[in-house]
């Protein structure tokens, strides 16, 4: 297993240099000046160029991308062209709100999704199994904003239940973190909800049509072992699967979230990096949210052997 | 361990925590009492006062740094920094004293070398700065309070140089920070001002924090805007950044918030049916719509094509489109100066009274236009500059001209601005924007309005009359002398159509009834805001 697991962090190397060459090609290419922002409105196109001078942005693609590549090599992910803080920092300030967001929001979604997909399927062509997956159709199809707007009006407005905004570090106790999260992490959830049950749901209405499911109830076995124990474990490899998948999902919802509920979280840190043109910052967290991606990956794979023997690698 | 051990051992510890939490005191009561929470316009991305000169790092910067001269409600500059000054009978030599007992933030006293090292960063950058440069001979500290700016020529509006609130404002910092570059972004973020920046507590993007600075010598006089005493009635004051209106009109409401800069005008009607929220205009002196053309190729290389334009346009239509259905928040604006101010005119302005489109096909047919397409570059996350841009693409196409409408985003007009390529090749012709009305009083720092060909901002006009008017404005004696000489310049920079202007706008703030001494002014001003518990 460990061998696995270090060809498989090994594997990674390749895959974030192309990420690192893909990311700052584009950055390159796309259209934007940071020196111009920086400027401000008012500042002459000398004082733009000086700026831009200064900042080594008018140097050639090649020595820009060479003297990042060995930064990188070296942990050293640069310096923000706008606040003069290095990107590591900036990047440190704001995994925690993120990472809770997505935490929360994973807690959430698996521990309602599940359940619901469960019971979707064990009650198939129900009323109850219509109501799940109207609910499913609901969650994929309202914009996240929406659902942040509606629940912040009604449970922090109207209801006085949770603050409207903001983000309250766990080191300032647990209760006040979580006040903070249930609401944007509830909304970041609806859609990963409905995405986990409906496919909880298929999975399981395969599984419960095996024979062996059949010889479990002529047996006696009790309903809810029948569908916890032999039904969830054999359905659980392409739930997994659509998790892990999820965790693109969850970041690219967190980048929306954030803004809504006013998280200072990596979301929001992106977002105003690729609107200034900070390259530096654009270019770390691309590179986090990759190496993130590929680890959950990685995990996913590793679940698999956990939730079915038969995988092997 | 078994499962059901784990299990229930996490359970366990997670309640824990959480009692413990749910009792942990997020903020002493008479810590909050004193805390301000604000919103400003944007996220405070840099805080070097000179090197970026945007509008939020100017308004951030003043609660940090002081300057030499700060101009008043009239305003006129008077003397902050300053306890006196002479100016020989020739006008070429100026002798600044400083008030005595000032402190930096590091407890280091302010001296005359640091405000030398200052001013000669600020004058780097900045458009009045560079002009005296220009005339300079010298700028030395004669003693620790005393420092003298020896000129090659008189430079009468020397005190409005160093008290004018357009960025970049003439900041006085210690002088191993103003010696850095003025192109190259500072690292400290030590000043002499009523607050002190908490660099350890900034997330760029989200929080930025000042506490009051104990050993602030404020001046005695009334308070009023960058003028007169300063005295700070709050211990802390948070710059909470908001992307989201729609965000920040709930906290406001929720009490969560206490002053938003610029609520965005279609959320106002909800603020003002707030029971705990007041409303008012934040800035009297608003704002000054513009686009501006590229004199550099056609079709605008033509004055009667810029003309026809201007012959066509209806100030109205771009107005509403920026504030909406609410008459108070707009004017039309024949002219380039703000009005309501002492530099108002309307000279040579009835061009932008005309709203009449036949007439602009006539002039455009006779300056020979040839369907050559305008590349209109509007930036979309900006509603300022889309909602101008969506009216003048529609004018021009009424108008029957060709339009490429380029939506993009701020940093990409930012930068294709800044090209002298032909529009085929990367350029453009037209971009919309808008200038702070405090900009607009005067020649002062009101870089848009010159029309000095390659050297002008960008769109490079070329109007001779328009410069003889800004010299003539500078060198002035009088006011009678200033107004006339501004009332040519206002008449050339039309006749010449140095920039489109689309009309004059404001803007509300809004903030909790709990908060009282909000002003209005061209930037928040935070002494004597007092906030009740």
Same mark, same amino acid.
Do not use: E, H, V, Y
């Given at each position: 297993m460990t061998s696995i697991v270090f060809r498989r962090v090994l594997s990674t190397i390749p895959v974030m240099g192309v990420v690192a060459l893909f990311v700052f090609s584009l950055l390159y290419i796309a259209p934007g000046d940071p020196a111009a922002v920086i400027a401000g409105d008012q500042a002459s196109p000398e004082d733009v160029e000086r700026i831009r001078q200064g900042l080594g942005l008018d140097r050639p693609y090649l020595v820009r991308f060479f003297e990042w590549l060995l930064q990188i090599l070296r942990g050293d992910l640069g310096v923000s062209?706008?606040?003069?803080?290095p990107v590591t920092t900036m990047i440190a300030q704001r995994v925690e709100p993120t990472l809770s967001l997505m935490i929360v929001t994973l807690i959430i979604a698996v521990g309602v999704a599940v359940p619901m997909g469960v019971v979707a399927a064990w009650k198939a062509d129900t009323w109850i199994d219509r109501s799940a997956m109207g609910f499913a159709v609901f969650g994929f199809s309202t914009p996240v904003f929406v659902v942040g707007y509606l629940i912040a009006y009604l449970f922090a407005l109207k209801l006085g239940w949770f603050p409207v905004q903001g983000y309250v570090p766990i080191a300032r106790g647990v209760g006040p973190w979580l006040h903070s999260l249930i609401l944007p992490s509830v909304t970041l959830a609806l859609v990963y909800i409905a995405l986990i049950a409906r496919i909880t749901r298929a999975a399981m209405l395969d599984v419960l049509s095996q024979d062996y499911i059949r010889t479990a109830k002529a047996k006696g076995v009790g309903q809810r072992q029948i569908l916890f124990v032999h039904g969830l474990k054999n359905a659980a490899v392409p739930i997994v699967t659509v998790i892990g998948i999820g965790v693109a999902l969850l970041i690219g919802g967190a980048v929306v979230t954030e803004s809504v509920f006013a998280i200072p979280g990596l979301g929001r840190l992106i977002v105003d990096a690729i609107l200034r043109r900070d390259y530096p910052v654009i270019q770390g967290v691309v590179l986090l949210f990759s190496f993130v991606y590929v680890l959950v990956n990685l995990g996913v794979d590793l679940v698999y052997t956990f939730v079915d023997p038969r995988i092997r690698y | 361990m078994d499962r059901r051990t784990f299990l229930q051992a996490s359970l366990g510890a997670g309640l824990i925590g959480a009692s413990g939490g749910l009792a942990?005191?997020?903020?002493a009561q008479g810590a909050a009492k004193k805390t301000l929470k604000f919103v400003p316009q944007a996220n405070l991305a840099n805080f070097d006062p000179i090197w970026g000169t945007q509008y939020v790092v100017r308004n951030a910067a003043a609660l940090v740094w002081d300057t030499l001269y700060g101009v008043d409600e009239k305003l006129q500059p008077q003397r902050q920094m300053i306890e006196s000054e002479e100016v020989s009978d020739d006008g070429l030599v100026w002798t600044f004293k400083l008030r005595s007992g000032m402190k930096f933030h590091d407890g280091e006293p302010v001296t005359a070398k640091d405000a030398v090292a200052s001013m000669v960063r600020w004058s780097a950058r900045d458009p009045m700065g560079l002009m005296i440069r220009g005339v300079q001979n010298e700028i030395v500290a004669v003693d620790d309070l005393t420092f003298r700016w020896s000129l090659k020529k008189p430079y009468p509006k020397m005190l409005l140089a160093l008290g004018k609130n357009n960025a970049p404002c003439s900041f006085v910092m210690p002088e191993r920070i103003a010696?850095? &570059? /003025?192109?190259t972004q500072i690292k400290e973020y030590v000043g002499s001002g009523p607050m002190k920046f908490m660099a350890k507590e900034w997330v760029p993007g989200a929080i930025a924090v000042f506490e009051k600075f104990g050993d602030y010598k404020s001046r005695e006089e009334p308070s009023s805007w960058l003028a007169g005493s300063k005295r700070m009635m709050l211990d802390r004051i948070e710059w909470v950044i908001m992307p989201d209106p729609a965000t920040a009109l709930a906290a406001l409401q929720n009490g969560e918030?206490?002053?938003?800069e610029n609520p965005i005008s279609d959320l106002v009607p909800v603020l003002q049916g707030a029971a705990d929220v007041a409303v008012d205009?934040? &800035? /009297?002196?608003g704002n000054v719509g513009a686009f501006r053309m590229n004199h550099l190729f056609p079709p605008f290389d033509k004055v009667e094509v810029r003309k026809a334009v201007l012959t066509a346009m209806n100030q109205e239509d771009y107005m509403r489109a920026i504030v909406g259905s609410d008459d108070a928040l707009w004017k039309p604006m024949p002219g380039f100066f703000t009005p309501g101010t002492q530099f108002y005119t309307e000279q040579g302005g009835d061009i932008l009274k005309m709203k009449n489109l036949d007439a602009a096909k006539k002039l455009l047919e006779k300056a020979g236009y040839?369907?050559?397409?305008v590349s209109c570059v509007v930036a979309q996350d900006q509603p300022i500059t889309k909602a101008q841009g969506d009216v003048t693409a529609d004018l021009l196409r009424r108008m029957g001209m060709t339009v490429d409408f380029v939506a993009t985003d701020w940093g990409t007009v930012g930068a294709r601005r800044a090209s002298k390529k032909p529009p085929k090749e990367g350029g453009w012709n037209m971009f919309h924007t808008w200038h702070a009305g405090a900009d607009c009083l005067s020649p002062a720092g009101y870089n848009a309005l010159r029309a000095n060909g390659e050297k002008a901002w960008f769109g490079w006009p070329s109007s001779p009359k328009t410069e003889e008017g800004i010299t003539a404005w500078f060198e002035a004696a009088d006011l009678e002398a200033e107004k006339a000489a501004l009332a040519k310049t206002n008449a050339a920079a039309v006749d010449d159509v140095v920039y489109g202007v689309t009309g004059f706008f404001l803007s509300y703030q809004a903030w909790r009834k709990n908060v009282t001494g909000v002003r209005k002014g061209p930037l928040p001003f935070f002494w004597d805001v007092t906030k009740e518990a």
């Open positions: 062209i706008f606040t003069n803080l | 942990a005191p997020a903020i010696k850095t &570059d /003025p192109f918030i206490d002053w938003w205009i934040a &800035d /009297p002196l040839d369907g050559t397409p």
